[in-house]
């Protein structure tokens, strides 16, 4: 990723300074697969157990901050997530897929940014006495950099940060706050943000 004097953001060809992108990607997809399997494969047992499945659905919006080299040429920005959680009964973490889009608008120019990343992740929530549920989030993703005046690439980031969840109700949907930073390899330099968002699970 470059960003020229005038703030317009250029991409180039990422895979000679990254060859194992499309191996790091077959993989990405692989284990999202066989979770999708294990996930289904435990719904089903429960259902014929009678016993509620851990899976739960969401989605999210909220403001995109880019920082570092990114920051020097993109407005601040909006993102909006679509989202689902496994939660094994067995085990302390949950498991949490993300389908995200990013969108910032370039300085001083008309023309945009735009990341579209799908995102695994594990969540770590710490036990409270009160209904504000603490946890902290981190995964490896992939995501897709393009902007509108040409160019885009595909590379491999990184994503952590933490979270406030706590119920509505007594519904089994639940809203939460959270924070992360993303670092995306881009070419040249790393593609930085942070994004603030709001959402809702259920």
Do not use: C, W
Request: aromatic share 8%; hydrophobic share 35%; net charge neutral.
């Amino acid at each position: 990723m470059h960003t020229s004097g005038k703030g317009t953001t250029t991409f180039t060809t990422n895979e000679e300074r990254f060859p194992m992108t499309r191996t790091v990607a077959g993989l990405l997809t692989l284990a999202l697969g066989l979770a999708a399997g294990t996930a289904q494969a435990q719904t089903n047992a429960r259902r014929a157990n009678g016993a509620p499945t851990p899976v739960t659905f969401g989605g999210s919006l909220g403001l995109s901050m880019p920082m570092g080299d990114a920051g020097n040429g993109l407005n601040t920005g909006f993102n909006i997530e679509g989202l689902v959680g496994i939660q094994p009964r067995t085990m302390p973490i949950e498991f949490r897929g993300e389908l995200m889009y990013h969108h910032f608008g370039v300085s001083g120019v008309d023309a945009h940014t735009s990341l579209l990343g799908i995102v695994p992740d594990v969540v770590y929530g710490f036990k409270t006495q009160s209904s504000l549920h603490p946890y902290v989030i981190g995964g490896l993703g992939l995501y897709h950099l393009s902007s509108s005046v040409g160019g885009g690439e595909t590379d491999v980031g990184i994503n952590f940060g933490g979270g406030l969840r706590f119920p509505l109700s007594n519904s089994k949907t639940s809203m939460f706050v959270e924070a992360r930073f993303h670092d995306v390899f881009t070419s040249g330099s790393s593609f930085n943000m942070i994004p603030i968002t709001v959402g809702l699970t259920f």
